[in-house]
Nanobody, 126 residues
Framework: QVQLVESGGGLVQAGGSLRLSCAASGRTFGTNVRGWFRQAPGKEREFVAAIRWSGGTTFYADSVKGRFTISRDNDKNTVDLHMGSLKPEDTAVYFC???????????????????WGQGTQVTVSS
């Protein structure tokens, strides 16, 4: 099993920045991708960003490209999401997720991730 714990959410004004962090523990050697998803009230969970643990290749949703940056710290086993130029439409609960090696499907899909954190609220005021 893998345990994921997010931190860093909060309230920020439009145009501001926040950094989310996801700490992993447990059998993380069985995972190869870490991702961030978000879910706003009444909407489906959507992909935000992901990073391959080996090599560090990153992927972003079009809606956050150029504003958000995902990064990893191999030693600390953490993944951060640096969010800049925040907009009210970025308001959501943000979830960290880990994808197991056995999953060969689309890493943009939430269904391919086996492990999830509890989520952290991000609210952007206009």
């Amino acid at each position: 099993q893998v345990q994921l714990v997010e931190s860093g959410g909060g309230l920020v004004q439009a145009g501001g920045s926040l950094r989310l962090s996801c700490a992993a523990s447990g059998r993380t050697f069985g995972t190869n991708v870490r991702g961030w998803f978000r879910q706003a009230p009444g909407k489906e969970r959507e992909f935000v960003a992901a990073i391959r643990w080996s090599g560090g290749t990153t992927f972003y949703a079009d809606s956050v490209k150029g504003r958000f940056t995902i990064s990893r710290d191999n030693d600390k086993n953490t993944v951060d999401l640096h969010m800049g130029s925040l907009k009210p439409e970025d308001t959501a609960v943000y979830f960290c997720a880990a994808k197991a090696y056995r999953r060969v499907g689309d890493l943009f899909s939430a269904t391919q991730y086996d492990y999830w954190g509890q989520g952290t609220q991000v609210t952007v005021s206009s």
